[in-house]
């Protein structure tokens, strides 16, 4: 068996930090250790407010070692260091009391209070943790609005806390300004973004930021009209008001637009010719996007939506010739061999459960006062436990085989209209790899026991790229 883990959890969130305090702080504990005990995980600039579990790849490996039983004390500095988020923090809290892993925080001083196994407790202390990760978000979004390190158009001068036009852009951010203004449309728009991208070496999204970021007029409006004196501005704040008055409604629907079109990336078409993934471009002016490819070859293209076309097509075809019923036969003997082997078990533990409590009642007749500590006892409540484990794991495959009945009727119903995320849903349980060639596309499924003979070819009668 595996030897379990001591791990050192130490996090900073921004790269100025360094991590020497957490790392003095727990020194005392990796002295008592083995150097084959002790793993040690260093999240390096990840803010706890910004950052969820998902972009945190160190707390991931860590609460999955957790969960595979691997860890036996986990050290920390503080609460703070492992999660900002109360209800982050109170799932990782279970996690660790479920799998019996001991927290140890290293600070000392300060009205810290150690860690304890009381949830209540824990999650009183953790509201006071996400608190003030908030009030630390807000003074820093607050300080950066009013003091950023850095601004473009902007020169920043430390000594006199002051931020000048760079000569650089100045004039050409000016004319923006200006001419973002005069756009009526989002074919307008889209024209002057390209023209400008160029000027100014700034992407779609960062244009649109600078349109809508009153601090270009000299003013924080978070809060009230807050004139920033140590900004010279590029434009009036009543410029920036009509500005926003007038465009808001174009600048979001332009930002919906891009996002739309980078998160609509869902399949990973490789090119026939090379064998090499085909690279997703998009047109924010014709809201368009396609896959492409011509690394010295013929260019291979072929447009999003056709793309799309072709997949539905051949996903309604491999859902006609999907065996539902047989897939649900086998579903509830599976469940059924299941249950059977849950019972017997059920009962072996039952038997077990009646000679013990035989053994207890007969071993002796005087009271004894230490009844909880005797072996038989405990033995006793671990054949109980396992037993209740037993059953609701019956209870939940009898729910299981209810819901496999209840779905396959509505499965069929359901897929009727396929909308996009339901396409990407289908993609990935039916199709294995897509080739695409100057002339045609080859789709190979997935090997499915449940998938009868499919059609070989489908033409598709599409966009230019079919």
Known sequence: MMEKKHVFFRRV???GQDLTMQQEADLRYRDLLKENQILIINEDAISANKKSIKERPEMKQLIEWIANDRIAVLYAFDRTRLFRDYYEGMSFQELCLKHEVKIVYTSHGGGHIQATNDIFLEGFLGMFS???GKNIARRTAEARRRHPPKKFGYIKYKETKTYRKDSKNSS????YFKDIAKVSNMDELCILLDDYKKKLNCDLSRLITLASDPFYAGYDLSNGNNALKHVEPYMTLEDYQKLQNKKSELFKAFEERIKRLEVQETFQPICGCCKRPLLYRSNVKSNTAQYSCSRKHQRVTIGY???VCIVEQVVREAFKCLDIKRLVKDAVLSVNSYKKTIKSEVQTLETQINKHMEELLLASSDYNPNWESDIK??????LKFEQGALLEALEEAENHLADAKRLSKEFESYLLDISEPKLAWLFSLFVHKIHVYPEHVDIEMVKFDYLTEIKK???YQGGESA
């Open 377 to 382: 006892y405990k033995k006793l409540e671990k």
């Open 13 to 15: 969130s921004t790269a």
């Open 457 to 459: 070819e489908f033409i």
């Open 130 to 132: 996400d608190i003030e």
């Open 172 to 175: 050409c951010l000016m004319d």
């Open 305 to 307: 939506s056709d793309l």
